[in-house]
């Protein structure tokens, strides 16, 4: 038998599987901005922000009209609870991809930086770390979600390796400059995301099983990174 | 540790061959509220019943078992039933209050079957009553009128007051707000909350949120059985059993 709170989950999940989509669709087209060096994909992140703004708004009415309606307990709670964070999330996570489609705009008007190798690195592992988040939270999968709240810590450490070898590399080389500090700031946008990813990873597990691990996982990292 | 009050073990009660109660062990702490949920027919009415010796008074009805209330097992057969339910107060789904009785003498009338004549007392104990079950303003210049001349929510609360008014320890409620509008039900929530400053509430209900709003610990019945007894916050985001879980999003019952 369909409760009629089923009507309304299964749509707000489906609302959110799409702004997802959105969001993997600019992630990936900031990281080609930069890596192709390629205009025609800034532009397409800055139109497919448009579209999460809005799914941002349209899910958080969703959400308040279940809670208002259903008065959901339990299960159903903690899943409309965590979409509210997780909608937050992607929504952050969408602007960040705009902030680096911002960065390429800067860092295409000079010649490539000499090694990109750990930033590829970097997004690669982020944007696995977005769809398995994701894939988590539409399969219901807590292992899932385990592995990307462990795969953040390479991200983690790739983000303090772009910064030094950056740095050392300005040192020797001061008018790249303009390159070096957009590979930076590249670099923590793309940190970002994953520390986005991760707090979805945690939702997601909040919502299978009602165990809140963001601050245990935190101490049982022990990162020096601020959060 | 917290401090019980109120001790309920193996507890097993029948309605002739039907067993409605398996085993039930639950303990209550001093000046907490209680919600006791579950579907129709689950035994939450008889539990309650069992915890002030009324479920006995049906023909053919029995329990087994211990309910230990201040350290004395209430089932003990030296003990008078009368004086236990002075003990654990007790106010029903539909408002009930004595017919022929004023307003006034609804609330005393436990006093005057205990033999308490005296009008100053009476008084004092009426207005008090009246006044901790939120209705003193509402009636204290009608206490000669019919019980049954107020309304259906001010009824339920002059029903209250006629509890209180023998100081119970113990407040037995079995869907008390189920007949009342929302803002009588409002009320005697409110009423809840300055009730467990001085005594235990324990309360059966069929409004989820209502257990969430009022009460600090929640016990789910199912099929005569106690499935699950915790913090209500708890509860009501992350049971513990599977049963509860698909209980409270409505999956059945």
Request: hydrophobic share 40%.
């Amino acid at each position: 038998m369909q409760r009629s709170i089923d009507i309304g989950l299964n749509e707000l999940k489906a609302q959110l599987v799409q702004m997802a989509g959105y969001l993997e669709e600019a992630v990936k087209n900031a990281t080609l901005a930069w890596r192709n060096r390629s205009r025609e994909m800034i532009e397409r992140v800055n139109a497919i922000e448009d579209k999460v703004n809005q799914a941002h708004l349209d899910v958080d009415a969703a959400c308040l009209k279940l809670l208002a309606t259903q008065q959901p307990l339990a299960t159903d709670l903690r899943f409309i609870l965590s979409v509210v964070k997780i909608n937050s999330d992607i929504e952050r996570m969408a602007d960040q991809a705009v902030n680096i489609s911002n960065n390429a705009v800067y860092y295409l008007q000079h010649p490539p930086y000499q090694d990109l190798s750990d930033l590829i690195r970097m997004s690669e592992i982020v944007r696995e770390l977005v769809k398995n988040a994701i894939d988590a939270f539409i399969k219901e999968d807590a292992v899932l979600a385990q592995n990307v709240l462990d795969a953040d810590d390479e991200v983690d450490q790739l983000k303090n390796k772009v910064f030094k070898d950056v740095l050392a590399h300005l040192k020797q080389t001061p008018q790249e400059v303009e390159q070096g500090l957009n590979v930076i700031l590249i670099a923590r946008n793309l940190e970002r995301i994953g520390d986005h990813a991760t707090n979805i990873a945690e939702d997601v597990i909040f919502t299978i099983s009602g165990q809140d691990v963001r601050h245990s996982h935190f101490r049982k990292k022990g990162s020096p990174d601020e959060k | 540790m917290t401090e019980t009050l109120l001790s309920v073990q193996n507890l097993n009660a029948w309605f002739g061959m039907h067993q409605a109660l398996k085993n039930i062990q639950i303990e209550f702490s001093p000046q907490t509220v209680t919600a006791l949920i579950g579907p129709s027919g689950c035994g939450k009415s008889t539990f309650v019943r069992c915890l002030n010796r009324l479920h006995e008074e049906v023909p053919g009805a029995y329990a087994t078992g211990k309910v230990i209330l201040q350290g004395k097992n209430i089932y003990e057969s030296s003990v008078d039933p009368v004086l236990i339910r002075r003990k654990v107060g007790m106010v029903f789904q539909k408002p009930n209050p004595f017919p022929s009785l004023s307003v006034f003498d609804n609330v005393v009338a436990g006093l005057k079957l205990a033999g308490i004549r005296r009008k100053s007392i009476l008084m004092e104990v009426a207005e008090r009553s009246l006044k901790q079950a939120a209705l003193w303003e509402e009636v204290k210049n009608k206490l000669q009128q019919p019980g049954t001349s107020l309304s259906g929510g001010q009824q339920q609360r002059l029903c209250i007051a006629r509890a209180l008014a023998v100081e119970p320890p113990i407040l037995l409620m079995d869907e008390p707000t189920s007949a009342l509008d929302p803002i009588s039900t409002a009320k005697i929530e409110e009423l809840l909350a300055e009730l467990k400053k001085t005594m235990t509430v324990i309360m059966v209900t069929h409004n989820m949120q209502q257990a969430a709003r009022i009460s600090d610990k929640t016990a789910f019945f199912l099929l005569g059985e106690l499935v699950e007894f915790g913090q209500t916050s708890t509860l009501f985001t992350v049971p513990k059993e599977k049963k509860t879980e698909q209980y409270i999003t409505g999956k059945f019952g």
